[in-house]
């Protein structure tokens, strides 16, 4: 099956700094990666997804960039804020004829510091 | 638009009781999943319901778990004879109905399992 593996596992970074987490995948049929944000006793939220026709995307001050030849693929936040703080993950959804199962990455804890 | 609907938020059971956790999708959804989190871990897929189906469930323990999402209403998660090792947060996530390519899964706020 699958798996994911998510660097670092935590980060500090100082307010305005970026921030870049990377996920590795095993499985070449993997086609969806979506990132998701969590904060403290709440659920993943979705920041942002990219799909393996797709080289990099960017969504304001977030963006995803993805090496299908190398299977990795990485969350970039620029210009940080302290309400960027929380837990990120990373999946892959491989495609199946049993749908779309996410594995996820085992998180990174981000700190923004004021 | 209400999104995905989990409850109770939280649980607290002894040893050997049962546990009952509820999931309502976002509205046209007819797609639900269910993920394990252990503190400091990530999210474990267990199982892939579409209504009235199960359609994966490859990651849900072979015994004292099932998962069902009937027809009308919420679709449930129940453990019985619940052990510590199953304190954990319990989150559901629902797609829409998949016509090609893998669609997004959104989550609902979980719900959090103590076991005594």
């Known amino acids: 099956g699958e798996n994911v593996e998510q660097h670092p596992s935590t980060l500090s970074v100082q307010e305005g700094d970026s921030a870049v987490i990377k996920c590795t995948y095993s499985?070449?049929?993997?086609?969806?990666f979506p990132w998701y944000k969590q904060e403290l006793g709440k659920g993943p939220q979705l920041i942002i997804d990219i799909r393996s026709n797709v080289g990099e995307k960017k969504d304001q001050r977030i963006a995803v960039t993805l090496n299908k030849t190398a299977k990795h693929f990485s969350l970039h936040i620029t210009e940080t804020q302290p309400e960027d703080s929380a837990v990120y993950f990373c999946a892959a959804s491989p495609t199946s004829f049993l749908g779309n199962q996410f594995y996820f990455g085992t998180g990174t804890s981000l700190t923004v510091i004021p | 638009n209400a999104g995905v609907m989990q409850n109770p938020r939280h649980l607290v059971r002894r040893r050997g009781q049962e546990a009952r956790l509820r999931c309502s999708p976002v509205?046209?959804?007819?797609?639900v999943y269910w993920y394990r989190q252990l503190p400091e871990e990530g999210l474990k897929f267990m199982v892939y319901l579409q209504k009235e189906n199960i359609i994966d469930e490859s990651g849900m323990p072979k015994e004292r778990f099932s998962a069902e999402f009937p027809k009308e209403g919420p679709s449930i998660l129940r453990i019985q004879q619940v052990v510590r090792g199953d304190s954990a947060a319990y989150f559901c996530?629902?797609?829409?109905?998949?016509?090609?390519?893998?669609?997004?899964?959104?989550f609902g706020p979980g719900t959090r399992l103590l076991v005594l």
């Open positions: 499985d070449s049929a993997s086609n969806y």
């Open positions: 509205k046209g959804h007819s797609h």
């Open positions: 996530a629902s797609s829409p109905a998949s016509s090609g390519g893998t669609k997004t899964q959104y």
